[in-house]
Structures are given as C-alpha cells and as structure tokens.
C-alpha cells in the first residue's frame, strides 16, 4: 500500500527558509513522478514543483529559483523521499502543501504539475509565511 507523509511544515518570516518533507512508502517502481501542490484558502489545489523518474525539474514561475525539489531513494533504488527546499519566502506562499504520486508509466516531470484522479495524495503540511 502507498503512502505519502508529509512533515516539516510550520512559521516562517518573509524572507526566511523552510525545508518539507514527504516519506514515500510502499512504492518499489522505476517510473513515476513526484510533485509538490499547494492549496490557499479559498483556492484551489495547485501544482508548482515536480520531479520525474528520469531527474528532469519542471517549477511554475512563481517559485523558480526559489524553491527547489529533490528525491531520496532507499538501498534498494526505489524512491523514499521527497523534498521542498524554500527560500527567499513570500507571504504568498502561505498554504498547505501536499505530495503527489504518479506511477506506474512514463510521467515526463511537467505532465505531473496538474492533479491527477490516478495519483496517490499526502495529507498535506501547513506552511505560512508571516509579512
């Protein structure tokens, strides 16, 4: 069974940085994507980072070059983490910010910025960034 974990979330001033987590679990597969979301209130659910079995990035311009994405895998090859390194914070940033997987195909990084109905979700980590 999958499962998505995020953790790290919390307070940050404009400015600061901030580091979020998501264990993997459960997923021994090559192919897949992995992707950050956030979601505002009053908002809906929004795709800004992701990452590709084949190492390839794809970030909204929102975020670029502020934040980047990076996986962890296990000893065994098969992918145990996901992470969101912030930086350079912006009170719009504030939201909470889920992990999403895609498996099971061939999933080129940028394909996985939309929400898919197939994809396994994380309960999310609220992250706010004070002005």
């Known amino acids: 069974q999958v499962q998505l974990v995020e953790s790290g979330g919390g307070s940050v001033q404009a400015g600061g940085s901030l580091r979020i987590t998501c264990s993997v679990s459960?997923?021994?597969?090559?192919?897949?994507?992995l992707a950050w979301f956030r979601q505002a209130p009053g908002q809906g659910r929004q795709g800004f980072a992701a990452?590709?079995?084949?190492?390839?990035?794809?970030?909204?311009?929102s975020v670029k070059g502020r934040f980047t994405i990076a996986i962890t895998n296990d000893i065994a090859g098969a992918v145990s983490s996901l992470s969101l390194q912030m930086n350079a914070m912006k009170p719009e940033d504030t939201a909470n910010y889920y992990c999403?997987?895609?498996?099971?195909?061939?999933?080129?990084?940028?394909?996985?910025?939309?929400?898919?109905?197939?994809?396994?979700w994380g309960h999310g980590t609220q992250v706010t960034v004070d002005s």
């Open positions: 459960g997923y021994g597969g090559s192919n897949y994507c």
């Open positions: 990452i590709d079995s084949f190492g390839g990035t794809s970030y909204l311009p």
């Open positions: 999403a997987l895609r498996r099971g195909g061939m999933y080129f990084s940028s394909q996985c910025l939309t929400p898919a109905t197939d994809a396994d």
